[in-house]
Antibody, heavy 118, light 113 residues
Framework: QVQLEQSGAAVRRPGASVKISCKTS????????VNWVRQATGQRPEWMGW????????AYAQTFRGRVTMTSNISISTAYMELTGLTPDDTGLYFC???????????WGQGTLVTVSS | DFVLTQFPESLAVSLGERATINCKSS????????????LAWYQQKPGQPLRLLIT???TRESGVPARFLGSGSGTDFTLTITTLQPEDVAVYFC?????????FGQGTKVEVK
């Protein structure tokens, strides 16, 4: 079955960066985009952007543009999301999810908790 | 951006009874009234990722019980759980994919009365 497995929780100081991996299996990696969605505790999910493994095209939400970089390694069916210039407001759960350039998200990775604290 | 507003924010329903969740969009989510609306519904249980339930307003995903019904058009949408089961306790989110960026509602928490 289709699975997305994310890297583990991370704790960072303000100003640092974090890079999360999302290893996929069970489908043709190049056929779908990998989207990234952030969810602060008790808040609605917030779309961050996507990477298209077929050519490495990307699209980022305006909120994160300039601080986020999404990449992929097609040889190991893995996508990455790096966020720089972290502040405490970046604390939350970060999910990868399979999707298209615009559509629904299915399935989702288990989530990676990022905590930003001094 | 398309703003989705869900109501109520929470509701408590007796087992076997109906739960109704509403989602209102700031803009239409279809090209015309005859076209499907670009709206999905998800379920999220504590500590878990979102699970896709419904796409295109009313199309249930494989494995989703028939008690989950999606309806609506234009700017107003509803997710109905016809007979609430204990495993349905969760937060439910709507999501539009008509415009970029895709956006979510703030969620509705469903509990057992």
């Amino acid at each position: 079955q289709v699975q997305l497995e994310q890297s583990g929780a991370a704790v960072r100081r303000p100003g640092a960066s974090v890079k999360i991996s999302c290893k996929t299996s069970g489908y043709s990696f190049a056929t779908y985009h990998v989207n990234w969605v952030r969810q602060a505790t008790g808040q609605r999910p917030e779309w961050m952007g996507w990477v298209n493994p077929d050519g490495d095209g990307t699209a980022y939400a305006q909120t994160f543009r300039g601080r986020v970089t999404m990449t992929s390694n097609i040889s190991i069916s893995t996508a990455y999301m790096e966020l720089t210039g972290l502040t405490p407001d970046d604390t939350g759960l970060y999910f990868c999810a399979r999707g298209l350039s615009l559509g629904w998200f299915d399935p989702w990775g288990q989530g990676t908790l990022v905590t930003v604290s001094s | 951006d398309f703003v989705l507003t869900q109501f109520p924010e929470s509701l408590a329903v007796s087992l076997g009874e109906r739960a109704t969740i509403n989602c209102k969009s700031s803009r239409r989510l279809s090209y015309t009234s005859n076209h499907n609306s670009y709206l999905a519904w998800y379920q999220q249980k504590p500590g878990q990722p979102l699970r896709l339930l419904i796409t295109w307003t009313s199309t249930r995903e494989s494995g989703v019980p028939a008690r989950f019904l999606g309806s609506g058009s234009g700017t107003d949408f509803t997710l109905t759980i016809t007979t609430l089961q204990p495993e349905d306790v969760a937060v439910y989110f709507c999501q539009q994919y008509y415009g970029t960026p895709p956006t979510f509602g703030q969620g509705t928490k469903v509990e057992v009365k």
